[in-house]
């Protein structure tokens, strides 16, 4: 099957430094690929859409300025955190549409915020 | 709006027993619904998915799932769980083949021995 990969698969920074997490399509072009957000023991939340080349959709109550979300090719996204602080901290995944219609997820990204 | 409802937090079967995992959909339309698994360490994997016809489908590892529309609901079965079968198991809707995906809460799954 298609493979995404995460990178980093985890990190720890200290409060008020930014952090990116990029997500790779490895064997596939994804024109759509999903960020989220999982906290411990809970579920996966949907924080925002990316669509290559143009602006990411955010789900509602998730902050765009803090969250930026970028997706210049078919194969790569990033996510950085900017600002983070320890409530920040939690396990980002993201997900590439193998056209027309499976997702393919990442095995995720541990954030930290000290 | 719609919602997922997984109503059992934690299950535990025995090796070698039946299992069925409960999932219940919000929904207006006609779902697109999924069934991922996520174990320790690992990302998730798409068990199974049901997107029309057919409304027993057939997945990896065993399971299967089927769609009762009268009910609103998707249950996840497999016949005989294996020990490496205990792992997070989430049930999952969306309105569209390629959209964004709603998920349940999850059910982890325990086996004994």
């Known amino acids: 099957g298609a493979v995404v990969s995460q990178h980093p698969s985890w990190v720890i920074c200290k409060s008020g430094t930014s952090v990116k997490i990029e997500c790779r399509s490895l064997d596939f072009q994804a024109t759509t690929m999903f960020w989220y957000r999982q906290f411990p023991k809970q579920s996966l939340m949907l924080m925002a859409t990316?669509?290559?080349?143009?602006?990411?959709?955010?789900e509602q109550g998730v902050e765009k300025d803090k969250f930026l979300i970028n997706h210049a090719s078919l194969t790569l996204s990033t996510l950085t955190v900017t600002s983070a602080h320890p409530e920040d901290s939690s396990f980002y995944i993201c997900?590439?549409?193998?056209?027309?219609?499976?997702?393919?997820f990442g095995p995720g990204t541990r954030l930290t915020v000290l | 709006a719609q919602s997922v409802t997984q109503p059992d937090i934690h299950i535990t079967v025995s090796e070698g027993a039946s299992l069925e995992l409960r999932c219940n959909y919000s929904?207006?339309?006609?779902?697109?619904l999924f069934w991922y698994v996520q174990s320790p360490g690992q990302g998730l994997q798409l068990l199974l998915k049901y997107f029309s016809g057919d409304t027993l489908v057939q997945g990896i590892k065993g399971f299967e799932a089927e769609f009762k529309r009268s009910q609103s609901s998707f249950n996840l079965r497999k016949p005989s769980v294996h020990w490496s079968d205990a792992a997070e198991y989430f049930c999952a809707v969306a309105p569209n083949r390629d959209d964004k995906i709603i998920f349940g809460k999850g059910t982890r799954l325990h086996i004994l021995p």
């Open positions: 997900s590439g549409v193998l056209a027309p219609d499976t997702q393919y």
């Open positions: 990316s669509n290559e080349g143009s602006k990411a959709t955010y």
């Open positions: 929904y207006g339309a006609t779902p697109y």
